[in-house]
């Protein structure tokens, strides 16, 4: 048996060898392209209308033997990759224009040749105040930026022929300032763009300092493996040539797209971008003016969806909405035994709380108590009832409510898998406002199966039950070091800071809950939605608070 097996591995192993040397002799000399032939059709051609109807528009078909790909440079300052050899494009330089066009054939090898020709093409499109808006009217340009302190400067939305949602980002945009709390996305805002107007042509430049932000789903043009949208090392490629166009868009056949798009596409050569790198080179002018744009594109791999930009002309500078300086309240837990009865309150009992949290809420000493200058809530491997654990919640309720102010809390997190400990504030009209109506402030939570992952987040209509409006950072030493977790709360948003880091920013409006009283909470849950699998080893630990303090 052995030696039959043998016996076959070596036919098996020469019929491969031979097979390998047919192919080595089948692939032949490496041929030139030959029979290089182009056809240009264009569009609306008549015995009236000999150069086109006035849309630029030139379809190009080239084909040549032995001819792998085809490329088409365009002396607009433009090229395109063809490899089927078929291209449309459109010329945009108003009135009646003659163009060279350069046809480059490649075969296997990069053996190439090439021709040209020449075409004249009638272009009625025209957009002459957004050029001007554009660059100024200069060769040395215009210099633009991310409008970081607007809400939505960064947006994404259906594109689809709904017309009361397919233009602006209905599904996500981004509070202000809310990619420079993390190093993940801040290369985003130094993003610098330059529109310049040289002989009659527009030009772009994009200066992002050798650092671009990828949408995840191109994050391995950058060469990452982040999973989610991450800043990799990528050269934005010098300068552009810019075309523009009339829009095609699905916008434009709302009934109220005149209100809603400009109806122009800015078309960047060679692969360029405006900043956020979504596999996208053309951009629809939204709305322009001489310090504020707005342009819609959309993503490159995933046509269902439309990105939304916002530029201006003044590079924002980051600063809190508003400040607060006035302390009105505070405990900083100086005296050792019970917390202030003026101060806290308690939720007690194993509800699972809406989360299906494992917890018991007590009161014990053993499980909150202040001692040595901290308030102590330790969460125990400890049957009570019907849980397996024990631990503690405090609530300022009825002691202490406000609208609006800098919360801030100094604290160390416990560890384990399966603890959950939360800083937070809850809308006091809960009782007749259910949640998540009453709205909810999450100043800070932490998962102890993703240790010095710092969580702010907000609960309100619309985003809640679920994940809610959220976002988080990563710290060192959360679980050995204390750490300021902060909020600013205003009547237009609502900010939540790391050691005065910003990592998330919302919008506050007259219309969300978070315009009347809250009252704070602190508390150490087990499991649950949030909190995840206990580790079947955990013993107990605690969370400490240094401080609480409210300023107005």
């Not at 090439?114 to 957009?127: G, H, K, P, R």
């Not at 259906?158 to 420079?180: R, S, V, W």
Request: glycine fraction near 10%.
């Amino acid at each position: 048996m052995k030696k039959i097996l043998l016996n076959t591995i070596s036919i098996v192993t020469l019929l491969f060898m031979v097979s390998c040397q047919e192919d080595t002799k089948s692939f032949g000399p490496l041929d030139p392209p030959e029979n290089l032939q182009v056809t240009a059709e264009i569009y609306g051609v008549s015995s009236t209308t000999p150069n086109g109807d006035g849309s630029g528009l030139v379809k190009f078909t080239a084909t040549a033997d032995n001819a792998i790909s085809y490329k088409y440079i365009f002396s607009d300052g433009t090229s395109q990759n063809a490899p089927s050899g078929v291209f449309e494009k459109r010329f945009t330089q108003t009135g009646l224009n003659s163009y060279t066009v350069t046809i480059i054939a490649s075969s296997r090898g990069g053996i190439s040749t090439n021709t040209t020709l020449e075409i004249s093409v009638l272009s009625n499109f025209t957009d002459a105040e957004a050029i001007q808006f554009l660059t100024g009217g200069s060769a040395t340009g215009k210099k633009w930026y991310w409008a970081a302190n607007e809400v939505g400067h960064l947006g994404v939305g259906p594109n689809n022929t709904d017309p009361e949602k397919n233009y602006y980002g209905d599904y996500y945009q981004a509070g202000p300032f809310e990619k420079a709390g993390s190093p993940d996305s801040s290369c985003l805002y130094e993003n610098e763009m330059t529109f310049s107007l040289e002989s009659g042509q527009l030009k772009f430049l994009l200066n992002n300092g050798g650092h671009t932000f990828f949408n995840t789903a191109y994050e391995s043009v950058g060469g990452g493996t982040a999973g989610y949208d991450f800043c990799y090392g990528y050269d934005a490629g010098g300068v552009k040539t810019i075309t523009l166009g009339p829009s095609e868009s699905l916008v434009m056949a709302n009934p109220d797209h005149l209100t809603q798009t400009r109806g122009t596409m800015l078309n960047i050569s060679d692969g360029g971008f405006m900043g956020y790198y979504i596999g996208q080179s053309s951009y629809e002018i939204m709305s322009i003016t001489a310090n504020r744009m707005v342009v819609r594109a959309i993503q490159g791999n995933n046509p269902a969806l439309a990105w939304y930009h916002t530029f201006t002309t003044t590079k924002p500078t980051e600063t809190p909405a508003e400040d607060f300086t006035n302390l009105i309240w505070s405990d900083d837990f100086n005296t050792d035994g019970a917390p202030d009865a003026t101060k806290w309150g308690y939720d007690l009992g194993a509800s699972g709380w809406g989360n299906n949290e494992l917890q018991n809420y007590t009161s014990s000493s053993s499980n909150v108590i202040v001692s040595g200058g901290t308030l102590k809530i330790t969460a125990k491997a400890q049957a009570l009832g019907t849980a397996n654990y024990t631990s503690a919640r405090l609530k300022s309720e009825n002691k202490f409510e406000f609208t609006y102010g800098k919360i801030e809390f100094r604290a160390k997190m416990p560890t384990g898998g399966g603890t959950w400990p939360a800083l937070w504030a809850l809308g006091q009209n809960y009782a007749t406002n259910t949640w998540p109506a009453c709205g909810e402030i999450d100043v800070m939570e932490h998962r102890g199966n993703t240790p010095n992952v710092i969580h702010g987040t907000l609960h309100y209509p619309g985003v809640s039950p679920g994940a809610g409006n959220t976002n988080s950072t990563s710290i060192q030493n959360a679980s050995t070091e204390f750490h300021i977790y902060k909020a600013i709360w205003s009547s237009s948003s609502i900010q939540f800071f790391v050691d005065d880091v910003m990592y998330h920013s919302f919008a506050n409006t007259s219309s969300s809950p978070f315009n009347s009283d809250f009252f704070l909470i602190m508390n150490v849950a087990m499991g649950g939605t949030f909190g995840g699998t206990i580790d079947p080893a955990f013993v107990q630990s605690t969370m400490e608070v240094d401080y609480v303090k409210v300023y107005q």
